[in-house]
């Protein structure tokens, strides 16, 4: 019977198989990044001749949004999965004189909340207050028409939480470099449910 030897090469290849193999249940139980999900949903009556909304062609745009994002036959499913009816939700608007987010659209958003189940008293809707007014909400839905921006290029979705920052304008300089730190505050971090 012949003895048994290990070489340097030997051990050192027992030894880089034997970490990958205690590390290889915590590498796989790892979970897998969340995929970002996109929904385009047009319709030519959503305005009237003077450019005004139709709010039933608003209401329905939006419950055919919701459903395809989240794979639901009917909008109040939709939204269920999105909040609860003890959440307190903030809206996050935008005031922005030449391109705010239309009224009819805070209203769509607001039957729907309260059709799955959420009160009146607990749905807040606030722009440039939301570091105050949203700060404590257990649920944002963030809605912003796209827009061009001066320094960022682009103000959507993103751009729109800078109100929860102590001083916005610290997110200006760099081509606005910093702006997606805003969503690490407290007061936003892990709590959107719709873009």
């Known amino acids: ?39 385009l949903v ?20 939006l419950d055919q949004a919701v459903c395809a994002l989240l ?20 809206v996050k608007s935008n005031v922005w004189n030449p391109l705010p987010t239309p009224k009819e659209v805070e209203r769509a ?4 909340l ?3 189940g959420v009160s009146e008293a607990n749905i807040r809707v606030d722009d440039r ?11 944002l839905i963030n809605v912003r028409p796209l827009r061009t921006h001066w320094w960022s290029g682009i103000g959507g979705c993103i751009k729109n939480y800078i109100m929860f920052s102590e001083n916005p304008a610290s997110h200006h300089p760099d081509a606005c470099s910093s ?3 805003v969503w690490q505050l407290p007061a936003v ?5 719709l873009n």
């Open 129 to 139: 207050g939301a570091r105050h007014t949203l700060a404590d909400c257990t649920a």
């Open 109 to 112: 958003i607001q039957k729907r």
């Open 179 to 181: 702006l997606a730190s």
């Open 42 to 61: 047009r319709h030519q009556e959503l305005l009237d001749a003077q450019g005004r909304l139709h709010e039933n062609v608003l209401m329905e745009m």
């Open 71 to 90: 794979g639901v036959k009917t909008p109040v499913e939709a939204w269920k999965r999105l909040v609860k009816p003890t959440d307190l939700v903030g």
């Open 189 to 193: 971090r892990g709590k959107t449910r």
């Open 114 to 116: 309260t059709d799955a």
């Open 1 to 39: 019977m012949s003895e048994l030897v290990w070489t340097r090469r030997d051990l050192l290849k027992a030894g880089a198989g034997a970490a990958v193999a205690a590390l290889a249940p915590a590498v796989l139980a790892q979970e897998k990044p969340k995929r970002a999900r996109v929904v």
